[in-house]
């Protein structure tokens, strides 16, 4: 069988882009035959970003609604917190021991923040904590503890892919023996990056994000509305291709519904109307899921039952898995 891992951030509101590129992949991938679907609430990488516990609880709570409003499954798939299992900072440390801090200097989060500082004429560690520093090695956690062998990442993910390799390797060799396996990088090709608003990669911790299911239709209008656009007037021909909005209505239309929107603004359709037909796309997929969303989201109680179901299932193999390796490495085995 094929293991997928997903994880989301618990940072804040999920919003269109990690619908698109992951939830909706996911729950498709999760449906085929020999798929084992890992899913999970990443509330522990949420700590390295927010320092805020009423967003993280909020956020985990969304969260967790979303992807079962989106139609997982959760009898299937193991969907749990990361928080709820206690082997995972169990084998982050273990990780973190065999890893070469030089492989951390070269992660991609880190030397943004080293190139920023230095840009500013500040000390290059100005507030890089050692969350952030030494995050790859919690994602390589999440993935070894389930032996994950596929993970579905976007382009930006893969050298921490690499890192998970180098860190599963580096174990193998030195405690002589296969403990994990070394995963590969399902590169989605046709999962888009979907811009923010203000035309970054829409991203929760830059606040510039269209919500999922949060607010409602109109919360989804009025933050279409707000999405940056060219200057051009109706009637002018536009860049479609060079346009977010393009770019988010291709991941909620089919091929000829695109063609025919690219062919509609390069004939000078206004972005007014662009906006509005942007709206109706979203929300014929998403309107009868906002509505199990908000079921669920009146019903807390229920998700937590979810999850710890979840937490239960994924520990039926974490917590073998982490008896082996405790003994792999020395450790008393647990009581
Ligand atoms: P944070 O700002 O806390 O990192 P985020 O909103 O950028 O949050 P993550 O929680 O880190 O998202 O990512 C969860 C999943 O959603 C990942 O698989 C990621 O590839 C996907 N994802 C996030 N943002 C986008 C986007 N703008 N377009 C497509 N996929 C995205």
Redesign the pocket.
């Known amino acids: 069988n094929t293991r997928v891992l997903?994880?989301?951030?618990?940072?804040?509101t999920?919003?269109?882009?990690?619908?698109?590129?992951?939830?909706r992949p996911?729950i498709r991938a999760s449906t085929q035959a020999g798929v084992d679907a890992f899913f999970f609430l990443?509330d522990y990488?949420?700590l390295i970003?927010?320092d805020d516990p009423q967003r993280i609880a909020r956020s985990r709570l969304e969260?967790a609604a979303t992807w079962i409003a989106a139609g997982l499954d959760v009898e299937r798939v193991t969907f749990y917190r990361q928080s709820d299992l206690p082997e995972i900072p169990e084998l982050c440390w273990m990780l973190t021991c065999v890893t070469a801090k030089g492989l951390m200097n070269r992660a991609h989060a880190y030397k943004a923040s080293v190139d920023q500082n230095l840009l500013k004429q500040v000390d290059p560690d100005d507030g890089v904590t050692m969350g952030l520093f030494s995050y790859p090695i919690l994602m390589a956690a999440d993935i070894l503890m389930f032996n994950a062998n596929k993970v579905?990442?976007?382009r930006?993910?893969i050298q921490h892919l690499e890192m998970t390799r180098d860190i599963a390797q580096r174990f193998n060799h030195l405690y002589g023996g296969e403990y994990f396996v070394l995963p590969e990088v399902q590169i989605e090709e046709d999962?888009?990056?979907?811009?923010?608003l203000d035309g970054r990669?829409?991203?929760?911790?830059?606040d510039n994000?269209i919500p999922l299911f949060e607010g409602g239709a109109r919360a989804l209008r009025a933050a279409v509305l707000r999405i940056v656009t060219d200057s051009r007037a109706p009637g002018e021909p536009k860049d479609a291709e060079g346009s977010h909005l393009y770019t988010i209505y291709r991941?909620f239309a089919s091929t000829a519904e695109s063609a025919q929107f690219r062919a509609q603004l390069e004939q000078g359709l206004g972005w007014g109307d662009a906006k509005q037909l942007l709206c109706e796309r979203i929300e014929q997929e998403l309107a009868p899921m906002r509505e199990r969303y908000a079921e669920l989201m009146a019903k807390p109680e229920r998700i937590e039952d979810i999850l710890q179901a979840g937490a239960a299932k994924a520990r039926k193999l974490s917590g073998p898995f982490m008896a082996r390796l405790r003994e792999a490495v020395g450790l008393r085995a647990p009581a």
Not at 6 to 12: A, E, L, R
Not at 14 to 23: E, F, Q, S, T
Not at 191 to 196: K, Y
């Open positions: 997903t994880g989301i951030t618990t940072s804040g999920p919003h269109l882009g990690n619908y698109a590129g992951a939830i996911s990443a990488h949420a970003k927010c969260i579905p990442v976007g930006d993910q999962v888009a990056t979907l811009p923010g990669k829409m991203s929760k911790s830059y994000t991941a």
